[in-house]
């Protein structure tokens, strides 16, 4: 029997810690870091799972306009989680990548984030993208004002430019590994919207959406999404040579 095919690509937005801390009566930065335990799971399952790409959306750049005390708490676990996670990743061959500027946070994200990245710079397993101060108008317009300035200077004619110069513009596109767009992108807890995650590459992928909230999001869930996914009837806009649909 063939074997399903997998995505290459998965995104994921990981919402409803809020409303989990809520339901849980406690503080909305406990949500956080049940989240964040759930995350580490999912990052081993999709390596598992033989995913070669994963993009979490870990901070949006709307994300400011929460309380100090939630989004500085957001960030201390940033350090939490490499202190924890680091020699697991490393263990693992992950490669991580992160989309967005992160030299406003505090010191000590910074520093981790990079002792991080630095690690596993070598890594060629599961490239794990995290889309941290990340928002997709945000990156769109940086790759314009990179472009603008790259025909201003002569390196560049406007009228040459392609989709494909765009895509390399952006985080995805200048990372390392030269991430390609998502194939899938799972939202949690009930929102059905995207949230300015990833908005030039999602222009076809397959979106799956679930109730659970991401605190609760298991890898055995995951695996079902995942399953369903190879079913999805991918046309870009064609149709299939053969076939009925
Ligand atoms: C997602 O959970 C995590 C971040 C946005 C950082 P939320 O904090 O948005 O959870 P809800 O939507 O309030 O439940
Ligand atoms: C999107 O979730 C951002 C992250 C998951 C990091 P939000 O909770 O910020 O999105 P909205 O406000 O419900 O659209
Ligand atoms: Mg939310």
Not at 147 to 163: A, F, I, K, V, Y
Request: hydrophobic residues 35%.
């Amino acid at each position: 029997m063939d074997k399903k095919p997998v995505p290459t690509h998965v995104g994921i937005i990981m919402d409803g810690n809020g409303r989990w801390a809520k339901a849980h009566g406690v503080p909305r930065v406990m949500g956080h870091n049940a989240g964040m335990q759930s995350m580490k799971k999912i990052v081993i399952a999709t390596s598992n799972m033989g995913i070669k790409y994963l993009t979490v959306y870990a901070f949006s750049t709307e994300n400011w306009k929460r309380s100090t005390e939630e989004v500085s708490g957001i960030f201390n676990l940033i350090v939490k989680y490499v202190n924890s996670e680091l020699e697991e990743l490393d263990a693992n061959n992950v490669h991580i990548n992160i989309f967005g500027q992160y030299d406003m946070l505090p010191k000590a994200s910074i520093d981790a984030i990079d002792k991080m990245v630095g690690r596993l710079a070598d890594n060629e397993g599961l490239v794990f993208n995290i889309a941290l101060n990340y928002g997709g108008r945000d990156e769109i317009l940086r790759s314009v004002k990179q472009l603008c300035e790259d025909c201003r200077n002569g390196s560049r004619d406007p009228e040459d430019l392609t989709e494909d110069d765009i895509s390399r513009y952006l985080w995805s596109g200048s990372a390392n590994f030269n991430v390609p767009d998502p194939d899938l992108i799972i939202r949690t807890s009930g929102e059905e919207r995207i949230s300015n995650f990833l908005t030039w590459q999602s222009a076809y992928s397959e979106l799956m959406f679930t109730d659970t909230l991401w605190p609760d999001f298991t890898p055995e869930e995951y695996a079902e999404m995942i399953d369903a996914y190879a079913d999805r009837d991918r046309r870009f806009g064609g149709r299939k040579e053969s076939g009925t649909k």
